[in-house]
């Protein structure tokens, strides 16, 4: 469309903005006042009116190497003009094999087996599903109950709901996976509330993980499900050891324990993964986001040779896993996925977050003490702004604050609920730290 088009569109006639169902979005208020960008480039988006906004969020946590990365593009645009497509089953072509191999290579030790999705909530599923199976195959299939925890995030598909913990996701829509039980959320603002890095109480809610297979008996549970650190719900931390307890009471009763990293991975946190940055290796990893920049849609699941491996009997001619999809290894996200790579070790980004960490934490604590600020959480390149909740309702100071940056100051945060989330390009310098924090600041001071 023509940017005439485009400014059309921002100055909403209904009949041109209503044949798209826009997804987790309030449709009809957004239609009234839309929020449309037009083009972007390192850490800079531009609004189809005209105004420079900056990245807050790396887009929705994905746009890790900055937007338009010309060794990025180029590779997309390359691999068009020369395979297009190519089937996935029982067919390939070299591009996934040499991306997993690069792959396996930054994944902790033993999680050196790839397996290629489109989205978040397809390596999710995938990874459940990966997890029924092995134990099936190991002659364990009564292993089926799956465990998640409140407030988590797994993406939008039937398993990711079920074992996600955000209400909203799952009140709609009926019964979901049967045999699902959840963990304690370890988010405590009480007792934690302006922690810097990692809250130091609440290890202890990992044992309810122990209360949980006395429950059920462990012979029934196939895994366990957390995201290390809990982005969607509005950036929640584990306590110091947590993780290291759950991935113990895993190990003792046969479970498998997965960790979500569609947004930790690829940097976020100061590792290839968060699994790297605190010392817990899961069985498997589930990814997206990142892997492609966000320019290409894919994801991957990273799982143990353990796990694969126990795929790998029975008659050579078999299929060992039924699933799989038409666009597992696509061309094109795996040529993006491939010099994403190059970017993130060409410029040193997986180690952005250690290098910038202390500084983004100073900034994002500056936040103390401005009104109706309840807590600042932050580790790595995430952060974190709880505001206090207007007695109207749950969410309507949180969006104003939203809809502020972006229209009044040019900055592009996310809100869940009266949460602002940050989670910027890897790319950015201590100038831009300071420019998110003052204009989120001033935003805040101004949104009563
Ligand atoms: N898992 C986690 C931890 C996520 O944060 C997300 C998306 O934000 C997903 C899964 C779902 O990813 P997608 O939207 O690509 O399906």
């Not at 826009?22 to 929020?35: D, L, V």
């Not at 040529?335 to 977050?353: M, N, P, Q, R, W």
């Amino acid at each position: 469309p023509s940017a005439h088009d485009l400014q059309a569109l921002a100055t909403a006639t209904p009949e041109r903005t209503d044949a798209f169902w826009m997804p987790f979005t309030a449709n009809r208020q957004f239609k009234k006042s839309p929020r449309l960008l037009a083009s972007a480039e390192g850490m800079y988006y531009r609004s189809v009116d005209g105004r420079e906004v900056l990245d807050g969020t790396a887009g929705l946590w994905c746009v890790n190497a900055g937007h338009g990365h010309p060794h990025i593009v180029g590779a997309i645009q390359k691999q068009a003009a020369t395979l297009d497509y190519a089937p996935a089953f029982q067919m390939g072509h070299p591009l996934p094999f040499i991306l997993a191999e690069r792959l396996a290579a930054i994944a902790p030790d033993p999680l050196k087996h790839v397996f290629f999705t489109n989205s978040g909530s397809e390596s999710v599923d995938t990874a459940l599903k990966i997890a029924l199976a092995y134990h099936r195959v190991r002659g364990e299939g009564q292993r089926t109950r799956l465990i998640g925890r409140e407030k988590g995030y797994h993406g939008v598909g039937f398993g990711g709901i079920s074992v996600g913990g955000m209400v909203n996701n799952r009140k709609f829509f009926g019964s979901m996976l049967p045999g699902v039980d959840h963990l304690p959320h370890t988010l405590d603002i009480k007792r934690n509330g302006f922690s810097r890095g990692l809250p130091a109480r609440g290890a202890e809610l990992a044992e309810d993980l122990e209360r949980i297979v006395a429950l059920h008996d462990a012979s029934t549970i196939a895994a366990v499900i957390i995201e290390p650190i809990s982005g969607s719900a509005g950036v929640v931390l584990p306590p110091e050891g947590y993780l290291k307890r759950i991935r113990e009471i895993c190990d003792k009763h046969g479970i498998l324990l997965i960790f979500d990293e569609v947004i930790t991975g690829f940097g976020r946190v100061g590792k290839a993964f968060a699994a790297q940055r605190f010392g817990v290796v899961p069985d498997m990893i589930t990814t997206a986001k990142g892997l492609t920049n966000g320019a290409v849609p894919m994801g991957a699941v990273f799982t143990s040779k353990g796990i694969h491996d126990a795929f790998m009997h029975g008659p050579e001619g078999a299929i060992e896993l039924f699933h799989g999809y038409t666009y597992s290894g696509h061309p094109l996200a795996c040529a993006a996925a491939l010099a994403t790579l190059d970017v993130y070790e060409s410029e040193g980004l997986f180690e952005k977050s250690i290098e910038l960490g202390p500084y983004w934490e100073d900034a994002i604590h500056s936040l103390k003490g401005l009104p109706n600020v309840i807590d600042v959480r932050n580790y790595g390149l995430v952060g974190a702004v709880e505001l206090a909740a207007r007695p109207e309702g749950v969410g309507q100071r949180g969006y104003e604050v939203f809809n502020r940056c972006y229209f009044e100051q040019n900055l592009m945060v996310r809100c869940t609920g009266d949460v602002i989330a940050l989670s910027p390009p890897l790319i950015l310098n201590k100038e831009h730290i300071d420019r998110i924090f003052d204009r989120l600041a001033a935003t805040i001071r101004a949104t009563a």
